[in-house]
């Protein structure tokens, strides 16, 4: 693995549902990754499931029937939820500036990691896409445990030249997710 990212998935059915995500991410192909998503980063860590990080071009190419199990990375990247502990300032920029326009298909088959074994059947994650979304309970956590603040990360990335995306939840699990607005033109609107 090349490559350790944290941020949050919502489940999509559910997203009052929230889990902090620790992914370890290699590349397949020049515009696909594939993570291991952990709950944590630690040697006691569980496997939540997987996560599939693919390029816009791609993502447009798929069927609308495909493209509703992929959520956009924009909100997280553009926040500061989306963070890569332990890459210095210019292998950081270069790594989000990339992953704005990335879209993730991401299944949980540990549902739950508070149960002894993953029981369930295996959830359809999503990712925040809008202030107010998060827990910010489980923000604090874990920027309090790994050291950040998502405030100041949000305010170095808005030298990106983007506004904050502001997307609500998905009304239903077979809706194509949006990226940047709830309606009109799905395009990103320059600062």
């Not at 515009?31 to 791609?58: K, M, N, T, W």
């Not at 989306?82 to 300032?89: F, K, T, V, Y």
Request: aromatic share 10%.
């Amino acid at each position: 693995m090349h490559l350790y990212l944290c941020a949050f998935h919502i489940a999509k059915k559910n997203p009052r549902f929230q889990i902090e995500a620790h992914h370890y991410c290699s590349p397949v192909a020049d515009e696909v990754h594939q993570c291991i998503i952990f709950d944590a980063s630690g040697p006691h860590a569980r496997i939540l499931g997987v996560e599939y990080i693919i390029s816009d071009r791609l993502y447009q190419e798929l069927p609308d029937e495909e493209k509703k199990y992929y959520h956009p990375h924009a909100y997280e990247v553009l926040s500061g939820q989306l963070i890569a502990p332990g890459l210095s300032e210019a292998e950081e920029k270069k790594l989000f500036r990339g992953l704005i326009t990335t879209w993730g298909k991401t299944w949980h088959t540990w549902p739950d990691p508070k149960t002894p074994l993953p029981m369930g059947e295996p959830i359809l994650m999503w990712s925040i896409n809008r202030d107010g979304q998060i827990d910010s309970t489980l923000l604090a956590n874990r920027d309090r445990r790994l050291q950040v603040s998502s405030a100041e990360i949000r305010q170095a990335r808005a030298a990106y030249g983007y506004e904050v995306p502001s997307v609500g939840p998905p009304k239903s699990v077979d809706e194509v997710g949006r990226r940047w607005t709830d309606n009109g033109p799905d395009v990103p609107r320059r600062k």
